[in-house]
């Protein structure tokens, strides 16, 4: 296959000399041709610039070619945003990290040229380039169906849409304050300010798109981490509609073990389960420390739960911190009569699939869902929504029917889980699990 010419291989005109000038990385980021793919924190914290001009400083971005068709041909494949770094060929040969001009600074010449009202020499932009803001942003538990529901998304329309699953740069920028002072342990290392600046320019850049089709849709799912974070979310994006994703109590501390699910006792020598990523650490996140506080009052330390019991809780936590916003960004009226906006959905895995496409996307004005576009998400809904691709495959394995279909393991996931992951389960998750399904009934009235 052949791939257009690099932006850095090209010329350009000089808007001042007239005079045609090797074109670089830059142009290539302004077209859209390039993906911000990373972002590096300053080490000296995230500030507002000091010399008076707007923005902060010293935010770096990491941008390469990304070969989006691989997503559009089968999302299953490339299910995460390094699946498809990884199978996108000329991302190894255009990544550059743009050391001389500071993030904030670059977004700022990125919206000029959008507006076509930059007053610098770059190359033309192509045909059906835009900014599409977030459709869409998707919390969730980990291990529920998120990744499901991104790659649904994907395949709805995939010349109009894209689907962004788990990549790196938002999710560092909603961290970048707690990691900045974990790291210099100081509170003014970073502003609040040039935090939400942060967030909305990662998202801007981020939906440059090029593509003929219009409209286009751009969706984003969130590392699980990031849903403790919805809220700088919502103060940074307050106008872009987002879900929470989540699962029976016991179903997903079962997705978790996965050696409860085969019969065998935990392993201490094999992977440790994302929930216990954080176990043992000696850093614990607030919220962590305040719930455990809480439901078992006699502890002193996060350090002295079990593993079953502080999966538990941080699972808990990543779905209080989106029913905390959900309850602030919905009040309750007078006589506690309770509103939902219609901005912000809660969505049970046994929803799943069909709640996409049934109740979602006509809710998110995409305009007519016809039997193509469900025919499209159903065919992935019966495909494991991580069946990838070996490195340089292209796409082979998929063509010739070498998928791993998608089988209900929930009823085994209840008969096998011991009663250390019920007990945690109850302790932890069910006050949260509740919550959830209450809001989930509103959104149904």
């Not at 290392?189 to 798109?209: H, K, N, S, W």
């Not at 981490?225 to 987002?242: C, E, H, Q």
Request: net charge positive; proline share 6%.
């Amino acid at each position: 296959k052949k791939f257009r010419r690099r932006p850095d291989l090209l010329q350009k005109e000089d808007i001042v000399t007239h005079k045609k000038i090797p074109t670089n990385a830059f142009d290539g980021i302004m077209e859209g041709y390039l993906t911000l793919i990373d972002i590096i924190l300053p080490k000296e914290g995230l500030l507002l610039k000091d010399d008076g001009s707007d923005g902060y400083a010293g935010v770096q971005g990491v941008f390469c070619h990304i070969s989006w068709e691989r997503q559009q041909r089968d999302p299953s494949t490339v299910p995460m945003f390094r699946d498809l770094q990884q199978q996108s060929p000329l991302c190894r040969g255009t990544t550059v990290t743009m050391s001389n001009i500071d993030l904030h600074s670059l977004t700022k010449q990125a919206r000029d040229y959008d507006q076509n009202t930059h007053n610098f020499t770059a190359t033309a932009a192509k045909k059906g380039h835009q900014a599409s803001p977030p459709t869409a942003v998707v919390f969730h538990e980990t291990r529920c169906g998120s990744t499901l529901v991104s790659n649904l998304l994907a395949s709805s329309i995939p010349s109009k849409v894209r689907s962004y699953s788990e990549s790196s740069p938002p999710l560092t920028a909603l961290m970048a304050c707690e990691v900045l002072k974990k790291q210099g342990g100081n509170s003014n290392y970073c502003d609040p300010e040039a935090q939400t600046q942060l967030i909305q320019d990662v998202f801007y850049l981020m939906g440059r798109i090029t593509r003929p089709e219009r409209p286009q849709f751009v969706f984003y799912k969130i590392q699980s981490i990031g849903s403790r974070y919805i809220d700088l979310f919502t103060k940074a994006m307050p106008n872009v509609p987002w879900a929470f994703v989540f699962r029976d109590s016991v179903e997903i501390m079962m997705s978790h073990f996965k050696n409860y699910q085969k019969g065998e006792s935990l392993s201490a020598t094999g992977p440790r389960p994302v929930c216990l990523r954080a176990y043992g650490s000696k850093y614990q996140h607030p919220m962590m420390q305040e719930l455990v506080h809480t439901r078992i009052p006699h502890l002193h330390n996060v350090s002295q739960l079990s593993k079953e019991e502080y999966c538990a809780a941080h699972l808990a936590t990543l779905a209080q911190s989106a029913v905390n916003e959900y309850q602030r960004l919905n009040p309750k009226k007078k006589g506690n009569q309770k509103v939902h906006t219609r901005k912000q959905w809660f969505f049970n895995y046994d929803q799943l699939p069909h709640v996409i496409w049934e109740d979602w996307l006509p809710k998110l004005h995409m305009g007519y869902i016809s039997k193509d576009i469900v025919g499209r998400m159903q065919n992935v809904a019966n495909v494991y929504s991580k069946n990838r691709l070996p490195p340089g495959d292209g796409g082979a394995n998929a063509a010739n029917g070498a998928v791993e279909h998608w089988h209900e393991d929930s009823t085994m996931k209840q008969a096998r889980a011991p009663a250390s992951v019920r007990e945690a389960a109850n302790i932890f998750l069910e006050p949260v699990f509740k919550s959830m399904m209450d809001i989930q009934a509103l959104q149904q009235d």
